[in-house]
């Protein structure tokens, strides 16, 4: 059965801090990691990884995958209170339309 | 505008009684999900569907079932079989299967008084 972990489960900073989202996996025949971004209702996608050791950056939000570790971690620079927000870890493998999430990492920025 | 559209946005229900949520996608989409979402939890899949008149079980399909007569169209029946069904429903498509990147709609906070 494939397994998302993530950690911090919730993680308060203040504005302008640099936070560190933590993602491991196990999946059968890994096919992508995907990171969203759940404010209040509907997740919104930030990433998505294939390949390992290359890092994508949006702004402030950067994100790498390390396939020989089985982990990912999602960077935040230069945190705003808009960063409030539950993070998303998902993965998919054997069976494409079945990715597998975590359980979020919630992030709190105070002014 | 493009977009996933569910509807209701609450929906209360008494127990025992079958209730029918509502999914709309105008993006042309071929695959769409249905998720559901507890507090403090992440997404479990219940059904998804690649193409029109196909769907396949997800993770907790027990107590739920789905159709797809249309591209546009995914709507989820929660039964009276599932055991416990208040919860957060989130449905989303993707262009395809292969495809992961998924939109979300906005969901539906489902209450079984």
């Not at chain 1, 936070?19 to 969203?36: A, D, G, K, P």
């Not at chain 1, 990433?47 to 950067?62: Q, Y």
């Not at chain 2, 899949?45 to 591209?71: C, T």
């Amino acid at each position: 059965e494939d397994k998302v972990v993530q950690s911090p489960l919730s993680l308060v900073v203040h504005e302008g801090d640099t936070v560190t989202l933590n993602c491991s996996y196990e999946v059968t025949n890994f096919r992508s990691l995907l990171w969203y971004k759940q404010e209040k209702k509907a997740p919104t996608f930030l990433f998505m990884l294939t390949s390992s050791g290359i890092e994508k950056k949006s702004g402030r939000l950067s994100s790498i995958l390390d396939k020989k570790e089985l982990f990912s971690i999602l960077n935040i620079t230069a945190t705003q209170t808009g960063d409030s927000a539950v993070y998303l870890c998902a993965t998919s493998g054997t069976n494409a339309g079945k990715s597998t999430f975590g359980d979020g990492t919630t992030l709190t920025v105070k002014p | 505008d493009g977009g996933i559209t569910q509807s209701p946005k609450y929906l209360f229900r008494k127990e025992g009684q079958n209730v029918t949520l509502s999914c709309e996608q105008n993006l042309n989409h071929d695959a769409m999900y249905w998720y559901r979402q507890d507090p403090g939890q992440g997404l479990r899949l219940i059904y998804y569907s690649q193409i029109v008149n196909d769907f396949q079980k997800g993770d907790i399909a027990e107590g739920y079932s789905v159709s797809r007569e249309k591209k546009e169209s995914f709507p989820l029946t929660v039964t009276s079989a599932q055991k416990n069904p208040t919860a957060f429903y989130l449905c989303a498509s993707s262009i395809d299967l292969e495809y992961n990147e998924q939109f979300f709609g906005p969901g539906t906070r489902l209450t079984v008084l």
